[in-house]
């Protein structure tokens, strides 16, 4: 029973939601770890418990250049190929966007773009 969520970062930084720099006339998009964030936690008041998020690397990359080394913990298992954001998995993707894969009402696995 899981239901997995994307984050779309395929479009130009200007298809991405504005927010308005008060010290500038220039709109800036909001980072991926603020959309990251604001979607977990829409996920968790609406009931879902997140099972994990799988990022492409220019992805996981983002994050680190975002939040710092602090933003994305190592598995402390060599043999796992996953992190931590957050105290949520992130498992590589090859797939574009982030997704975020839920246990929740679902029957079965879906991919929703969001």
Avoid: C, K
């Avoid at 992805?59 to 602090?70: K, M, P």
């Avoid at 090859?94 to 029957?107: M, R, T």
């Amino acid at each position: 029973m899981s239901l997995a969520h994307v984050i779309s970062d395929r479009g130009a930084v200007e298809d991405a939601p504005q927010v308005q720099d008060l010290g500038s006339q220039n709109p800036v998009a909001p980072s991926l770890t603020s959309r990251l964030v604001e979607r977990l936690s829409e996920l968790r008041e609406r009931g879902y418990t997140i099972l994990w998020i799988a990022l492409p690397a220019d992805q996981i990359t983002s994050l680190f250049v975002e939040g710092g080394d602090d933003a994305i913990l190592l598995d402390e298992d060599p043999a796992r190929d996953a992190a931590w954001f957050r105290g949520d998995e992130i498992r590589p993707s090859i797939d574009d966007g982030a997704w975020i894969y839920v246990e929740g009402q679902f029957a079965e696995m879906s991919r929703l773009q969001v």
